[in-house]
């Protein structure tokens, strides 16, 4: 059997290109998915990816939470199915609920583009188990929006409850609060990230490695982690 | 028609960096003795027909789901617009 895994392109995506290709060179077949479909199309787990979704009018993910598509990708979360935002993509997992917090402008104002380093905190999801606990990755990140901020309460539930996935290392690129780069939902299977795994899948068009430049590879792990699960389970 | 108001504001406990980008150029443009700037936004909602407490409710419920995100923002006001012949 070969994994299915959907692409969701709102207009005003611009990185569902990456990551459909992420997912072939992981070993699933990717699956387009379009914001005005009614169905997911029997995917077995769904990718939002980056870009600038309805414009960011509003507020960024905040038009994109309606679109019809997302109905059912809420649905199928709720019910198991593995679903990762990417940037613009964890943008709209916490405009719908899916994902608690939210994410404002960056400290500094600035738009950056950088090759960030992350701690892997949590390697029990659905995206992450290829991951060992604490590993340090280096994949793209690019952002305006990217500062995340929740209130305490919330951020003591995330940590106490082990669900910040992902917290930058060396420098916190946009403010954030506790330099969290990445949360999971309660079930593992929803995870959210400002920075772009499907930018370092690979060798010379990722960010440089210790050993030369360019053939970072360390986001494919997270489409890897995703097959190996839905093959398990199947 | 009338038009409904409705005035969306960063919650005082959030960091506002576009306000602080503002403060931050007053002086440079010789407007001294700004203490602080926050940054929000207004929305003007034109309605057909007249503004009815029903009409009303369903904006606030528009406000509190779709114009402002409960996280980071609150609806601090939300008001029909003086009538313009």
Redesign the interface.
């Known amino acids: 059997m070969t994994a299915r895994i959907g692409v969701v392109t709102f207009p005003g995506t611009l990185d569902d290109r990456d990551a459909t290709r992420a997912v072939r060179l992981a070993g699933a077949e990717a699956v387009p998915l379009w914001h005005n479909d009614g169905d997911l199309k029997d995917v077995d787990a769904v990718v939002l990816p980056g870009g600038f979704s309805y414009g960011d009018y ?2 960024a993910g ?1 038009i994109a939470r ?1 679109a019809p598509i997302m109905e059912k990708v809420v649905d199928g979360a709720n019910g198991g199915l593995p679903v990762l935002g990417i940037c613009n993509g964890f943008q709209v997992l ?2 719908v609920h899916l994902l ?3 994410m ?6 600035h738009f950056i583009c950088r090759d960030q380093t992350l701690r892997v905190e949590n390697a029990e999801t659905s995206w992450t188990s290829e991951y060992r606990d604490g590993e340090e990755i280096v994949i793209p990140l690019k952002n305006q929006d990217g ?1 995340y ?3 305490d309460y919330t951020l003591d539930m995330l940590e106490a409850e082990g669900r910040v996935a992902f917290r930058y290392v060396g420098w916190n690129p946009n ?1 954030s609060r506790r330099d969290i780069a990445g949360i999971t939902n309660e079930r593992g299977n929803v995870v959210g990230l400002m920075p772009h795994p499907e930018h370092a899948v690979e060798a010379g068009f990722g960010p440089d490695s210790r050993e030369s430049g360019r053939t970072g590879t360390d986001g494919l792990a997270f489409f890897t982690s995703a097959i190996k699960n839905l093959l398990a389970t199947a | 028609m009338a038009t409904i108001l409705v005035h969306v504001m ?1 919650k005082p ?3 506002d ?2 306000g602080k ?1 503002v403060g931050a150029a007053l002086p440079r443009l010789g407007f001294d003795g700004v203490a602080q700037v926050r940054q929000g936004k207004r929305f003007e909602l034109t309605v057909d027909g007249e503004v009815t407490d029903e009409v009303l409710a369903k904006v606030r419920q528009a406000a509190e789901t ?2 402002s ?1 409960p ?2 923002e609150d609806v601090v006001e939300v008001t029909v617009a003086e009538e313009t012949a």
């Open positions: 509003l507020r905040a309606f916490t405009e608690p917090g939210s404002i402008k960056n400290e500094h104002l500062q901020v929740s209130d403010g | 960063p406990e959030i960091l960096p576009q980008a779709l114009l995100n996280v980071i």
